[in-house]
Nanobody
Framework: QVQLVESGGGLVQPGGSLRLSCAASGSRLTINAMGWYRQAPGKQRELVARIPTGGTAEYGNSVKGRFTISRDDAKNTVFLQMNSLSPNDTALYYC??????????????WGQGTQVTVSS
């Protein structure tokens, strides 16, 4: 079983910053990519940022230049540094990992979500 545990969400004022973390755990897993998606009320889930193992990060258009994704592969952890936050960034943020496991193949795993609220 693969578990993704997120942390770092909360309430922040416009223009502020937050850092999200997500740690993946499980036995004999190979992580192919990790990333973050978000879903605001009444909207579809959208890509925030993702980074393939050994690859280049990609970002959703609305966060380019403000958010930075990084990984600590030794700890199977992905981070999202969010700067210059605006109310439009308010959403439930989900951690995602594309994982290969023996006998289970490759599939997506999702965290429970962490709420980010940007408001004065």
């Amino acid at each position: 079983q693969v578990q993704l545990v997120e942390s770092g969400g909360g309430l922040v004022q416009p223009g502020g910053s937050l850092r999200l973390s997500c740690a993946a755990s499980g036995s004999r897993l190979t992580i192919n990519a990790m990333g973050w998606y978000r879903q605001a009320p009444g909207k579809q889930r959208e890509l925030v940022a993702r980074i393939p193992t050994g690859g280049t990060a990609e970002y959703g258009n609305s966060v380019k230049g403000r958010f930075t994704i990084s990984r600590d592969d030794a700890k199977n952890t992905v981070f999202l540094q969010m700067n210059s936050l605006s109310p439009n960034d308010t959403a439930l943020y989900y951690c995602n990992a594309v994982v290969t496991r023996i006998f289970y193949g490759t599939r997506d795993y999702w965290g429970q979500g962490t709420q980010v609220t940007v408001s004065s």
